[in-house]
């Protein structure tokens, strides 16, 4: 017990010495970080605890620009690296970040990193739900987004995550994603979705490829697991929230429509719906938000789109 209670003051005392000003602000990512080791360091048998004392001991003090704790966890390369990148991704996900923490996630591409893991076929599920949840916390701050947009290539990484990956192809056949991950995805394009406004390019254009993000997860992630047969009554939520981004951030006005080409999974999505079980099973929310979206679609789909709503009315 004493030897963990040292652990924690040689923490507490780490931080002193790295705030210059009285009353200084930590950076949130630092404060969510610093919480989650002390944590770990509370609890002497937990698998991280040697290589959160090691990093602790490394110097007095820490950079409050620079989450190299973080970092130095998600690239652990010993016997207890898959603890290690857990901690690392809660950290992150756990946060309440604001839009000074972008130079930090810039400065050691932590986004990239958690892109990276969320596509590879050989993380662990955990991992991947938590870097997932971690790009979802980070997104849903304006200049993350706008950063994510321009510089980190969201729309392949999200094709990557939901269609097989030829080069693994001798690792198996690639499984839909969970309802989970659908969840969190969906999430994330939602805050793409609420700041698309700030992007740049012209209004047009950023609209295309916002509903191209839209699109893709109703194509590529949610039908798939559809088709599997998993829980459908969640993964409405996702197409719930994904519907409602549409017609409240994307075309709000009343008299915007969207072009048929822009959205052509919704209806392949409404066709799996309404084949896998009764219309009235529908939650409420989901058949308002789906029907909103059709009552803005352009005259080539709309007359499909009604009848399957009205079906559902």
Same mark, same amino acid.
């Given at each position: 017990?004493?030897?963990?209670?040292?652990?924690?003051k040689l923490?507490?005392?780490?931080?002193?010495?790295?705030?210059?000003?009285?009353?200084?602000?930590?950076?949130?990512?630092?404060a969510?970080?610093?919480?989650?080791?002390?944590?770990?360091?509370?609890?002497p048998?937990?698998?991280?605890f040697?290589?959160?004392?090691r990093?602790?001991?490394?110097?007095p003090?820490?950079?409050?620009?620079?989450l190299?704790?973080?970092?130095?966890?998600?690239?652990?390369?010993?016997?207890?690296?898959?603890?290690?990148?857990?901690?690392?991704?809660?950290?992150i996900?756990n946060?309440?970040?604001?839009?000074?923490?972008?130079?930090?996630?810039?400065?050691?591409r932590?986004?990239?990193?958690?892109?990276?893991?969320?596509?590879?076929?050989?993380?662990?599920?955990?991992?991947?739900?938590?870097?997932?949840r971690?790009?979802?916390?980070?997104?849903?701050?304006?200049?993350?987004a706008?950063?994510?947009f +321009?510089?980190?290539?969201?729309?392949?990484?999200?094709?990557?995550?939901?269609?097989?990956?030829?080069?693994?192809?001798?690792?198996?056949?690639?499984?839909?994603?969970t309802? +989970?991950?659908v969840?969190?995805?969906?999430e994330?394009?939602?805050?793409?979705?609420v700041?698309?406004?700030?992007?740049?390019?012209? +209004?047009?254009?950023?609209q295309?490829?916002?509903?191209?993000f839209?699109?893709?997860?109703?194509?590529?992630?949610?039908?798939?697991?559809?088709r599997a047969?998993?829980?459908?009554?969640?993964?409405?939520?996702?197409?719930?929230l994904?519907?409602?981004?549409i017609?409240?951030?994307?075309?709000?006005?009343?008299?915007?429509?969207i %072009?048929?080409?822009?959205?052509?999974?919704?209806?392949?999505?409404? +066709?799996?719906?309404?084949?896998?079980?009764?219309a009235?099973?529908?939650?409420?929310p %989901?058949?308002?938000?789906?029907g909103?979206?059709?009552?803005k679609?352009?005259?080539?789909?709309?007359s499909? %789109?009604?009848?399957?709503?009205?079906a559902?009315?």
């Amino acid at each position: 017990m004493s030897a963990t209670l040292e652990q924690i003051k040689l923490l507490l005392l780490i931080v002193r010495n790295s705030v210059d000003k009285p009353f200084e602000r930590l950076p949130p990512l630092w404060a969510s970080t610093l919480a989650n080791f002390s944590l770990v360091m509370g609890n002497p048998g937990h698998s991280a605890f040697d290589r959160c004392a090691r990093l602790i001991i490394r110097s007095p003090s820490i950079d409050l620009l620079d989450l190299e704790w973080v970092v130095s966890l998600f690239k652990d390369h010993t016997i207890h690296r898959h603890e290690a990148r857990l901690l690392a991704a809660q950290c992150i996900a756990n946060s309440s970040p604001f839009h000074a923490d972008l130079e930090l996630l810039r400065r050691k591409r932590i986004i990239n990193l958690f892109m990276e893991a969320c596509s590879s076929s050989s993380a662990a599920g955990d991992i991947r739900i938590n870097c997932l949840r971690g790009l979802r916390t980070v997104s849903s701050v304006r200049a993350v987004a706008v950063y994510m947009f +321009k510089h980190c290539g969201v729309h392949a990484w999200l094709q990557s995550l939901c269609l097989p990956d030829i080069l693994a192809q001798d690792l198996g056949p690639k499984q839909p994603l969970t309802v +989970k991950e659908v969840l969190l995805l969906a999430e994330l394009v939602n805050n793409f979705a609420v700041h698309w406004h700030s992007f740049g390019g012209t +209004k047009a254009d950023t609209q295309f490829c916002v509903l191209q993000f839209i699109d893709t997860m109703f194509q590529d992630a949610i039908l798939p697991v559809l088709r599997a047969r998993r829980p459908q009554e969640q993964l409405l939520d996702a197409v719930t929230l994904l519907c409602t981004a549409i017609v409240e951030h994307i075309h709000p006005r009343e008299d915007e429509k969207i %072009a048929p080409s822009s959205i052509p999974g919704l209806h392949l999505l409404l +066709k799996q719906l309404y084949s896998n079980s009764e219309a009235s099973t529908l939650p409420h929310p %989901a058949i308002i938000a789906i029907g909103r979206v059709c009552t803005k679609i352009g005259t080539e789909t709309n007359s499909g %789109a009604s009848s399957q709503y009205q079906a559902v009315r």
